[in-house]
């Protein structure tokens, strides 16, 4: 193999896909829809997910203010919209109305579910030590969300750019990790 | 649609899917190579990657003892090789001979390079302070590597229990995310 120097400010196009998720927030009356791609499980049992959200954003407001939040998963079927969410902000506009994705209440906290989304996970923060330094929430799944009628969902992975990844075969190996 | 409870300790299957990694290391004249999922981006220049190390691994103790690694990206041709290095201890085995796979050396790091990745990403370890609590490295990446005549590279995400989901189409949008 013959390689090439990749340029260190591209690395995130590499590492970053994994689903991209909607997150949802409310607080003082306000809702939003964001986009989001930078985060990682932490933790099987209860379920642990680091994520980093950008102070620029109008969610970050609302997740710091509620101290929770659903994450939503879509489908190949939602890009253009998970698209245009990560295109506006909410201070500007209700998403949920602009592009015509159903708020339904959550079982545990108060941001809404989206509908159209194959699974959702209704969180709350488990730890805000590293919001200052890092933009990085640690935040515990609670209730978790699926529709059993989407066997093989085809979730998009950013790949920077307007590119997305979506999701093709799954192949089987004798793996022993969880 | 119709939505049933999903079990909390199956929301990992969700969320994890970024692209299945390899990670290596170097300490006390030993090397290993370790299968990671749970990995996201932190920030873009430096480009910082947060991951979740298990205590079990061996290259948990190479990694803490040299605070260098490299993050290698197999494709879906190396699946069966990922799967072999995720079933094994490095503390018995040496991976690279045991799996014909070729460690190069690295410019800015001691742990070597698999050369048969399309991509490696050069490591040091940024922020250590929630190892002991998380079992949290973030690491900053000080060299990439790619291999340009890989076009279209089908990586992997693990799914769980042996399940990986490869890399299908590619589709653009209209995003303004970097």
Redesign the interface.
Known sequence: ????????????R??????V?LVTTAAKGETDIM?M????????????????VSGRNHSFDLLRASKECV?N?PT?EL??KV?RC??TSGRRVDKFERFGLAPVASSRVGAPRI??C????ECRIADAR?VDR?N?F?LE?V???????VKKP?????????????????????????
Chains 1, 2 share one sequence.
Do not use: Q
């Open positions: 193999m013959s390689k090439r120097s990749f340029p260190l400010p591209e690395v995130y590499l590492l970053e896909p994994g689903p998720v986009a791609s930078w985060h990682m499980m932490m933790e099987f049992e209860p379920p642990l997910v680091g994520c980093i994450i998963i190949v890009a253009p698209v990560g295109n509908e159209e194959y699974a959702n996970l590293w890092y990085m640690v799944v209730k978790a969300w699926i529709d059993p009628s085809r979730t998009i992975h950013h790949a920077g750019r307007g590119a997305f990844v979506v999701d093709g075969e799954t192949i089987r190996l004798r793996s022993k990790a969880k």
